[in-house]
């Protein structure tokens, strides 16, 4: 999308969701409005001519800031500027996220104790790396008549892996299976 003002043309990213479009310039359509100089210092209400007359006499571009208020704020500032500046901030916010990753071992009650043994050194590696482990147990057919044994499992998971993780989620039954979430321990 092409937005054009004063003579040069900026080309807007569409890639930003959370890109807000801005009304500047001519596109303002309030009688009034509360401005902002290119200080940052608060004039007050202004008639929108007043406002247009001062963003021209300082060279810069009048853009709405918060259309919703009442009356709705303007402010004096280089709309290309406003728009990077922006930019950059959001693409800091996103680089400071921090991704939170689940991962799963999958079980069953008659899973040997060998078998099982690797899983949980998978898990405690996972949550030695700040990962978040669900522990699942399956079960299949007549199993599901003795759920005793996969609590029994799942405690001795926690217990084993209690050195490096707290219990978030306790087991807990849903359908045909029983799980519990474990999380890295807080050092």
């Given at each position: 999308?092409?937005v054009?003002?004063?003579?040069?043309i900026i080309?807007?990213?569409?890639?930003?969701?959370?890109?807000?479009?801005?009304?500047?310039?001519?596109?303002i359509?309030?009688?009034?409005?509360?401005?902002?100089d290119?200080?940052?210092e608060?004039?007050?209400i202004?008639?929108?001519?007043e406002?247009?007359?001062?963003?021209?006499?300082?060279?810069?571009?009048?853009v709405?800031?918060?259309?919703?208020?009442?009356?709705?704020?303007?402010k004096?500032?280089?709309y290309?500027?406003?728009?990077?500046?922006?930019?950059?901030?959001e693409?800091e916010?996103?680089?400071?996220?921090?991704?939170?990753?689940i991962?799963e071992i999958?079980?069953?009650?008659?899973?040997?104790?060998?078998?099982?043994?690797?899983?949980?050194?998978n898990?405690?590696?996972?949550?030695?790396?700040?990962?978040?482990?669900?522990?699942t147990i399956?079960?299949?057919?007549r199993?599901?008549?003795?759920?005793?044994?996969?609590l029994?499992?799942?405690?001795d998971?926690?217990?084993?892996?209690?050195?490096?993780?707290?219990?978030?989620?306790?087991?807990?039954?849903?359908?045909?299976?029983?799980?519990m979430?474990?999380?890295?321990?807080?050092?």
């Amino acid at each position: 999308m092409l937005v054009k003002y004063r003579n040069s043309i900026i080309e807007e990213k569409k890639n930003i969701s959370s890109r807000q479009e801005y009304r500047i310039n001519e596109r303002i359509r309030a009688e009034k409005v509360r401005l902002v100089d290119e200080t940052g210092e608060n004039v007050g209400i202004v008639s929108i001519d007043e406002a247009f007359r001062r963003a021209n006499d300082a060279g810069l571009d009048l853009v709405e800031i918060a259309p919703n208020a009442d009356p709705p704020v303007c402010k004096i500032i280089n709309y290309s500027k406003f728009l990077y500046e922006k930019e950059k901030k959001e693409r800091e916010a996103r680089k400071a996220q921090t991704k939170i990753e689940i991962k799963e071992i999958r079980l069953r009650p008659k899973t040997s104790d060998h078998h099982q043994g690797f899983k949980v050194r998978n898990a405690r590696r996972w949550l030695e790396s700040g990962m978040k482990v669900r522990v699942t147990i399956r079960f299949r057919g007549r199993e599901i008549t003795y759920p005793e044994l996969a609590l029994q499992d799942l405690r001795d998971i926690a217990e084993e892996l209690s050195d490096v993780s707290e219990i978030e989620q306790p087991p807990n039954m849903e359908g045909r299976s029983m799980f519990m979430m474990l999380i890295p321990k807080k050092s």
